[in-house]
C-alpha cells in the first residue's frame, strides 16, 4: 500500500541552527500537508502544497513539494524552543483517506 | 480546535474488557477519523466514517470497530483490550477547508494492563 516516510526520525540542535525534515512518498500526490504536534498534544495544521514545485513560507518555516510531487521538506531558519516537537507530513490516500508520514521528532537546545 | 471533544481523555482498563471512545464534533462535518499514534509508528488510520451509519477501515482496524449513528458522534470500540491496544487515540474532523485537511481532537490516552 501507499507510504509516506520521512527522515531524520529525530532531530536535536542548539537554538539558533537550521533544521530540515524531508518526507518521502511511494506514490504521487496530488498535494501534501504539514502538521505539528507539541510534546502532550495533538497535531495542528500548519500548510497545504498543492503545485508542483511550490514554496511556501510561514516566518521562519519554508515548504517545497517537489516537482515529481512524490517528495517534500520543511526547512526552519534559526529554530527557537518554541519550534520543539514532531513534524508530520501527510497525502492523500485512496478514498478520503490521510496518510502520515513516520514524523521528525525536533528537540533544540537553549 | 474545530469543535472536537473526545472523551474520556484518559483510560485505564484490564485486558480483555470493552472499552468506547467517543468522539463529538459540532459542526456537522460529514467525516471523521479515528487514529491511534505510537513511537515509531507516527499516526495510523484505524476506521474512518464519510456520513451517518457509512464507516470504513483503515491500516490497523483489527481488534476494532466504530459506529455513527449521529452526524455529530464518533465512537470507537475495542471489543476485547489487549495490551498492544494501549496508545493514544487521536479523532479528527475534515473540514474541507483547505482542501482535505484534518483537524485533530485532543487525544485520548488508553492503558491497558
Known amino acids: 500500500g501507499q507510504q509516506v516516510m520521512q527522515i531524520p526520525q529525530y532531530q536535536h540542535v542548539q537554538e539558533g541552527e537550521d533544521f530540515t525534515t524531508y518526507c518521502n512518498s511511494s506514490t504521487t500526490l496530488s498535494n501534501i500537508q504539514w502538521y505539528k504536534q507539541r510534546p502532550g498534544g495533538h497535531p495542528v495544521f500548519l500548510i497545504q502544497?498543492?503545485?508542483?514545485?511550490e514554496v511556501k513560507k510561514q516566518k521562519r518555516l519554508t515548504f517545497q513539494f517537489g516537482e515529481a510531487k512524490k517528495n517534500s521538506s520543511l526547512h526552519i531558519t534559526a529554530t527557537q524552543t518554541t519550534d520543539v516537537g514532531t513534524y508530520f507530513c501527510a497525502g492523500p490516500g485512496a478514498t478520503n483517506k490521510l496518510i502520515f508520514g513516520t514524523g521528525t521528532l525536533l528537540a533544540v537546545q537553549p | 480546535d474545530a469543535g472536537i471533544t473526545q472523551s474520556p481523555r484518559h483510560k485505564v482498563t484490564e485486558t480483555g474488557t470493552p472499552v468506547t471512545l467517543r468522539c463529538h464534533q459540532t459542526e456537522n462535518h460529514r467525516y471523521m477519523y479515528w487514529y491511534r499514534q505510537d513511537p515509531g509508528h507516527g499516526l495510523r488510520l484505524i476506521h474512518y466514517?464519510?456520513?451517518?451509519?457509512?464507516?470504513d477501515k483503515g491500516e490497523v482496524s483489527d481488534g476494532y470497530s466504530v459506529s455513527r449513528s449521529k452526524t455529530e458522534d464518533f465512537l470507537l470500540t475495542l471489543e476485547s483490550a489487549t495490551s498492544s491496544q494501549t496508545s493514544v487515540y487521536f479523532c479528527?474532523?475534515?473540514?474541507?477547508?483547505?482542501?482535505?485537511?484534518?483537524?485533530f481532537g485532543e487525544g485520548s490516552w488508553l492503558t491497558v494492563v
Open positions: 502544497l498543492v503545485k508542483s514545485g
Open positions: 479528527a474532523i475534515r473540514t474541507g477547508q483547505p482542501g482535505n485537511t484534518i483537524y
Open positions: 466514517s464519510y456520513g451517518v451509519k457509512d464507516t
